[in-house]
């Protein structure tokens, strides 16, 4: 079955510091592979689109990496705040053409 | 900046009872979807809608489930009768391409108890 897995345990790290959040998935052939940020009682909030076929992105601090040989995504925040404490979610597609897939999400949290 | 609405922002129902959540999807958008989130779990697809009609729908989207766009803004879920397991936060999404080629922009989202 197809499975995407993100760290279940929350990521705890200092302002400053760069927070690194990963993404593995199974049964997947993912032409996009989406992350988004969601805060406690709202809606998710886009972040960054990677393409299969490209191997980064960025986005001012915002970073990503796909590796479709890995079947992973690497979703990178340098410098972080203490308003990056988040959780922050996968997001695959199926290649059915409309759904979305989405992880549970790792939860972030930045101390000053 | 264009957003994603929706009403309620919380609904309260007694099983049994039919309700419709409301949306009004960013008005030069042309897909449009519905997810789920039981608290504590992922964000899960129901169904998406384009073109006046479903274009894809999830194993949850069963015949108590269905979709409208009665008019050229609103979008609607209405559920036939709810059940305990449906209480959830239900979000609207709508988007300019569709599926995972780019990006879904999310409502605030409906929080349905179902007693």
């Known amino acids: 079955s197809q499975k995407i897995e993100q760290n279940s345990e929350a990521l705890n790290i200092q302002e400053g510091k760069t927070a690194t959040l990963t993404c593995n998935y199974t049964n997947y052939s993912p032409a996009y592979l989406q992350w988004y940020r969601q805060d406690p009682g709202r809606g998710p909030v886009f972040l960054l689109l990677?393409?299969?076929?490209?191997k980064e992105k960025r986005k001012e601090r915002l970073k990503v990496t796909f590796d479709t040989t890995l079947k992973q995504s690497l979703f990178h925040i340098t410098a972080s705040q203490p308003a990056d404490s988040a959780t922050y979610l996968c997001a695959l597609d199926p290649n059915s053409g409309y759904a979305l897939n989405f992880g549970k999400g790792t939860s972030l949290l930045v101390t000053p | 900046e264009p957003e994603v609405t929706q009403t309620p922002s919380h609904q309260v129902t007694q099983m049994g009872q039919e309700v419709i959540l409301r949306c009004v999807p960013i008005?030069?958008?042309?897909?449009f979807y519905w997810y789920r989130q039981i608290l504590g779990q992922k964000v899960e697809f129901l169904v998406s809608f384009y073109n006046n009609e479903i274009s894809e729908k999830s194993e949850i989207f069963d015949d108590q489930f269905s979709v409208e766009r009665p008019d050229g803004s609103n979008f609607t879920l209405k559920i036939r009768s709810t059940k305990l397991e449906d209480s959830a936060m239900y979000f609207c999404?709508?988007?300019?391409?569709?599926?995972?080629?780019?990006?879904?922009?999310f409502g605030p989202g409906t929080r349905l108890t179902v007693t």
């Open positions: 990677i393409r299969e076929n490209e």
């Open positions: 999404a709508s988007s300019l391409t569709p599926g995972g080629e780019g990006e879904q922009y």
């Open positions: 008005s030069n958008h042309l897909y």
